[in-house]
């Protein structure tokens, strides 16, 4: 059974241009959580999704920032007009479908560098 | 907002030590989880506690959730270097999760 999985697992993007970070949830979980983390410090909650659905986006800046967990295929978090304030490591974890408060299974993370 | 702090924010210690992380909530919790999560890479959950005065152990370490359930604790017994890591403590506040800004734990051989 593959972890969860997040492409790709470093990206560079220059100031204005977009972001785009995948995460394909472990077999069988519904539910996908994405955090942000800058260096030395703890995991800020962004957005919680299943399948089609935003759950809870109350970490999620108001501007810029979008998620989204189609039917098929990964969970898609997309950064348009990169600042270089969003450098960053970027994790998505996903739970199985009774969640809410299961343990969370943590992808490898994307770290992305706005120059 | 729901707020979790943890302290320490470093610890040092020599190898066959003990160390514990304690966890704070500014509110009551559905329920804990503890993750572990080394340099350079991602969290690993190790424990999610839910009833009041819940204790919990795994080999060295032991995990304690307080009876008004706004605390817990993480206690590890003789350090490893293997041990070396940041302890995050992650409180369910009924949607989602608030993690605390953890506790690097360093380990001198």
């Known amino acids: 059974n593959a972890g969860v999985m997040q492409n790709p697992r470093h990206l560079v993007r220059r100031r204005g241009q977009e972001a785009r970070l995948r995460c394909s949830p472990m077999k069988g979980h519904s539910h996908v959580y994405w955090y942000r983390q800058l260096p030395e410090e703890g995991l800020k909650f962004m957005v919680y999704?299943?399948?089609?659905?935003?759950?809870?986006e109350s970490g999620m800046p108001k501007e810029r920032f979008s998620a989204e967990f189609p039917k098929e295929g990964p969970s898609i978090l997309r950064i348009q007009q990169v600042v270089r304030g969003d450098s960053a490591a970027y994790f998505c974890a996903s739970s199985p479908p009774l969640a809410g408060d299961h343990e969370q299974y943590f992808g490898p993370g994307t770290r992305l560098t706005v120059t | 907002g729901q707020q979790v702090m943890q302290i320490p924010q470093y610890q040092h210690v020599q190898e066959g030590e003990d160390f514990t992380t304690y966890c704070n909530s500014s509110?009551?919790?559905?329920?804990i989880q503890w993750y572990k999560q080394r340099p350079g890479g991602h969290p690993v959950f190790l424990i999610q506690?839910?009833?009041?005065?819940e204790v919990k152990k795994q080999k060295r370490l032991t995990f304690q959730f307080g009876e008004a359930k706004k605390n817990s604790s993480l206690h590890i017994t003789a350090t490893q270097t293997t041990d070396v890591g940041t302890y995050f403590c992650?409180?369910?506040?009924?949607?989602?999760?608030?993690f605390g800004p953890g506790t690097r734990l360093s380990v001198l051989p």
């Open positions: 506690l839910v009833k009041s005065g």
């Open positions: 509110t009551t919790l559905s329920n």
């Open positions: 992650a409180g369910f506040y009924g949607q989602n999760f608030v």
């Open positions: 999704l299943q399948k089609e659905n935003i759950i809870d």
